[in-house]
């Protein structure tokens, strides 16, 4: 097991407590804000190699994102640490519960290659600020960025509780055989179901941000310029590499008739008319993601774009039409530049066609009415919901991001984050005066103390028994 | 296989057909639960009596009692606890709505344990009835006679299709769990747990796993020793030490342990008398094979009170074993048996590394006067919950989450964090189509000012 001695001695870290004072976690929070800062050249570097991604992409993604996450949590950290205080019985009014938060122990972070920073980085900071030793593991697939944060990033935290793990598939089997105390990942679910089927083994609790195929639905009455605009811009940001694009638009033949020319506008107005030279838009990763996405073109009838080059694995933000629920474009998440749009008749049609599959891990809804926005919404489940735009849901760090069903399970950002790489821990410190007062607590039970005991828990609803 | 598919099929198309949200629905038919524990007090009492052994006292304040409590605070509570909370915003998200909408996570399975039958059926389901799920209900097969109410009464008062019970033994739960849930709550033993989550894991469903382990016991040197034991003693033996957050074992300076055990022995006759056979208020071991496995315990061991036993009635005396060995049988699986191990150590820092070398318990339990010692065990361990000067306590506050960590457990209910348990919290986001002005610093191309902004 060639993990195993990296893991005992983050363990061992851990169990000297090392981590558990605030002040130790907010020297390591800012010892990665630091990174962030330092390393930002190198930083839109790495990801301008791996994925061809524009500056401003990556400011606002990788950077400025996870800069937002780590300065609520410096902010709060204080706040989120303290024990919470919890209603009581009227018995126990002269004892203390609260919850405490303690950390798990050691927390392995499995990270994916869209957005190879932030998806690690801001788990990370999680972890660290509920008291947790983590191991980050990026993924193989964006080896730039692979690289630098495994160069560069120990050298900003403490080497006895931070290390980066780097490896294929075969590495990362082998470090799921250790015991954690918390895995977080990101990925697939078929990943995810290797990756809590390994957690099973050692009863280690997980988050699984998956994805899916996320609806987008336009209805009839909207402004069609802003929603195209809207549209394009979550599709096409990243190559359409994101886990929260929308992944297919449903609306009627009217709809589409008049979106298609306002996507088109959108394009232009970000990309230029050949969006190739445009510096803001991105490149797919790996020669096996672009061939399989490739493939997926010869779903339906291109509508706009379709153009490739492999060399450069560049495809073009792409509108397909004439799609069937039964095209290989619907089966999987397509997770590239390429937008279908699927025709339905009305609202209880989309609707039913959205229920007919896995929840997804987002789902948009366009319309200037409210009412249809959020019949839509009551009458779906998902991870998340943004009516009348893309992607910016995740952006509020008060709003937990998370999956449901094939979409994931947990959920995280900002205090949710915390929460989550904490375990919440019952506590009640009693005095060891007045203690007749458990007498009726104890045996022998007469039909005489019994009778006092059924009384006592008959008294009105808004008194809490006062035995046991 | 079929059966199973056809009555997991026929909840989830019930859950589908939405009946099961409205909050007058779930409300409904928690009241109908409520009717049916005081309806069926009776019935319910005398197949704790059958399974465990367990006095008409016992059994109700033990199993009773804390439903009764469940079910009125979930239907006083459901209107607040089911409200959509609304998130603090930021700039760019000023005008918009931003919430989080409290769902069903769709199919519930409650998997049950035989130490609280009725009581470890009937908090989860609640919980899940509240959060608006259907409900698969498997109680134990070991605890039979309550197995059995519990499939009768369930469907006179429930909605039929949305909660069924399946009834049965390793096969027939292992043929559920290959069915697609959307939550599993599952209460026993950590090996099982294993299995459950492996289950789990083929359809990526959430999983909430109530174990156990061995809830350790510190008593300091100095504390008022005749209160503490008084409590431990409850704690330990009430249920017949079958209870998943019982003091497993002692941990304590070897000065006071020949004290702690005269303490505890008065305090075991003034709660059972002299015979503790012929107390009504002292339960049973559950079957033969706990009865067996927790007597095997007993191998070589310093019996410095109690360990007789009689196979025929499953009947094990409260006992206390001293100066016990950490690398014994007894110290090794969680006893779940009225038998009470003292390990001697030499200082709390001792008790503190000995408790970190050992899995993660479900409890943890100090009694001190010093608040500082008290302060200190806490931070420097770690428990699915712990109690301080008392033990078992802290799982009846209504506000604490109750759960364990590591092998004890993951995830927790009861109270309101039943209902966040069994919800999905989706994050929501209305905007306006209109003000697409505020959205163009975002759009490409290259706005590097916006980045400045």
């Not at chain 1, 998440?333 to 279908?340: C, K, R, V, Y």
């Not at chain 1, 249809?372 to 937990?400: A, K, Y």
């Not at chain 2, 899940?128 to 409900?135: M, T, Y």
Request: aromatic share 8%; proline share 6%.
């Amino acid at each position: 097991n060639p993990f195993a001695g990296l893991v005992s001695h983050l363990r061992a870290s851990w169990l000297s407590g090392k981590t558990r004072p605030m002040e130790y976690r907010m020297a390591q929070l800012e010892a990665l804000g630091h990174f962030m800062d330092d390393k930002k050249q190198q930083i839109l570097e790495a990801t301008a190699s791996d994925l061809g991604k524009a500056p401003f992409e990556t400011e606002l993604s990788e950077i400025l994102l996870c800069k937002n996450e780590l300065h609520e949590t410096l902010n709060k950290l204080s706040h989120w640490m303290k024990d919470e205080q919890v209603d009581r019985t009227m018995a126990m009014q002269l004892d203390s519960a609260f919850i405490r938060k303690d950390p798990y122990g050691v927390v392995l972070i499995i990270a994916p290659w869209n957005y190879p920073i932030h998806l690690f980085l801001v788990p990370l900071i999680g972890a660290i600020a509920a008291g947790n030793c983590v191991i980050v593991k990026p993924s193989e697939v964006s080896k730039n960025t692979e690289r630098l944060v495994a160069e560069v990033l120990p050298s900003y935290l403490d080497k006895d509780c931070f290390a980066v793990v780097t490896g294929d598939v075969p590495e990362t089997t082998r470090l799921l055989e250790n015991k954690f105390d918390y895995i977080f990942f990101t990925g697939i679910p078929p990943v995810g179901r290797i990756v809590m089927t390994a957690a099973a083994k050692h009863l280690t609790p997980v988050t699984l941000e998956l994805g899916g195929k996320n609806p987008c639905y336009v209805s009839d009455t909207c402004d069609v310029t802003n929603v195209a605009r809207r549209v394009a811009w979550g599709r096409f940001f990243n190559a359409g590499q994101t886990c929260t694009a929308p992944d297919y638009l449903l609306c009627t033949m009217e709809m589409q008739e008049k979106l298609l020319p306002a996507l088109h506008k959108a394009i232009n107005d970000f990309y230029g008319p050949n969006p190739r030279e445009s510096p803001d838009f991105g490149r797919i990763v790996s020669d096996k993601q672009f061939q399989r996405l490739r493939a997926l073109l010869g779903s339906g009838r291109v509508a706009i774009g379709g153009q490739t080059d492999e060399a450069e694995r560049y495809i073009a933000p792409t509108v397909l039409v004439d799609i069937q629920p039964s095209d290989p474009i619907m089966q999987e998440e397509i997770f590239g530049p390429i937008l279908p749009i699927v025709v339905i008749s009305n609202m209880d049609e989309a609707i039913d066609f959205i229920n007919s599959r896995e929840r997804p891990l987002v789902l948009y809804a366009f319309s200037s009415k409210d009412k249809i926005v959020n019949q839509v919404l009551e009458r779906t489940s998902s991870g998340g919901f943004c009516g009348n735009d893309t992607l910016m849901h995740m952006t509020l760090p008060s709003l937990p991001f998370g999956g449901i069903g094939n979409s994931g399970l947990g959920m995280y950002h900002g205090k949710f984050s915390f929460d989550t790489f904490s375990h919440h821990r019952g506590c009640l410190k009693r005095g060891m005066g007045r203690e007749p007062l458990n007498g009726p607590r104890y045996p022998p039970y007469s039909q005489q103390k019994f009778g006092v005991v059924r009384a006592a828990s008959q008294v009105t609803r808004k008194n809490d028994c006062t035995l046991l | 296989m079929e059966r199973m598919q056809q009555i997991v099929g026929r909840a989830r198309a019930a859950f589908n057909s939405g009946r099961s949200r409205p909050l007058e629905f779930r409300i409904q038919q928690l009241k109908a639960l409520e009717r049916m524990v005081q309806e069926k007090e009776k019935e319910i009492l005398a197949a704790l009596k059958a399974d465990l052994h367990k006095s008409g006292p016992n059994a109700y304040s033990q199993e009773i009692l804390g439903v009764l409590r469940e079910l009125v605070l979930a239907m006083e509570k459901l209107p607040s606890w089911a409200a959509p909370q609304p998130v603090r915003k930021d700039l760019l998200t000023m005008r918009d709505k931003a919430y989080i909408n409290y769902e069903p996570l769709g199919m519930v399975l409650v998997i049950g344990a035989w130490n609280y039958p009725f009581l470890l059926v009937m908090m989860p389901l609640i919980g899940a009835i509240a959060a608006g799920n259907a409900v698969v209900v498997k109680p134990s097969e070991v605890s039979e006679n309550t197995a059995k109410l519990v499939a009768e009464l369930l469907p006179q008062y429930l909605d039929k299709d949305l909660y069924p019970v399946v009834t049965g033994g390793v096969p027939e739960t292992t043929e559920l769990l290959t069915q697609r849930f959307d939550h599993i709550l599952y209460t026993g033993n950590t090996a099982v747990g294993k299995i459950v989550m492996a289950a789990a894991a083929k359809h990526l469903t959430p999983v909430t796993l109530e174990l156990g382990g061995k809830s350790p016991c510190y008593i300091d040197k100095d504390c008022d020793l005749a209160v503490a034991c008084r409590r431990i003693t409850w704690g330990k033996y009430m249920n017949c030490g079958q209870t998943c957050i019982a003091p497993d074992y002692i941990l304590c300076d070897p000065s006071i342990q020949s004290q702690v055990v005269e303490n505890i022995k008065a305090t075991l006759k003034e709660f059972y008398g002299e015979d503790v056979k012929s107390s009504p208020d002292y339960e049973r071991i559950v079957n033969q094979r706990h009865f067996k496995r927790v007597k095997s315990l007993l191998e070589g061991q310093k019996i410095a009170y109690g360990g007789e036993t009689d196979e025929a009635s499953c009947f094990i005396a409260p006992t206390i074993l001293t100066d016990v060995s950490p690398e014994s049988k007894v110290m090794e699986e969680e006893i779940f048996g009225p038998v009470l191990p003292i390990v001697t150590v030499k200082s709390v820092e001792e008790a503190i590394e000995f408790i970190n070398r050992r899995e993660k318990p479900l409890a943890l339990y100090v009694f001190s006067n010093k608040k500082q010692l008290i302060r200190r065990v806490i931070s420097e361990t770690s428990s699915g919950g712990m109690t301080a000067n008392d033990v078992i306590m802290h799982s009846v506050v209504p506000g604490l989450p109750f759960g364990g960590v590591g092998h004890s457990g993951m995830g927790a209910y009861v109270g309101r964090c039943s209902f966040e348990t069994f919800s999905h919290h989706r994050a929501c986001l209305i905007k306006d189509l209109r003000w697409e002005l505020v959205n163009k610093l975002r759009y490409p191309p290259g706005s590097m000012e916006m980045m400045h902004l």
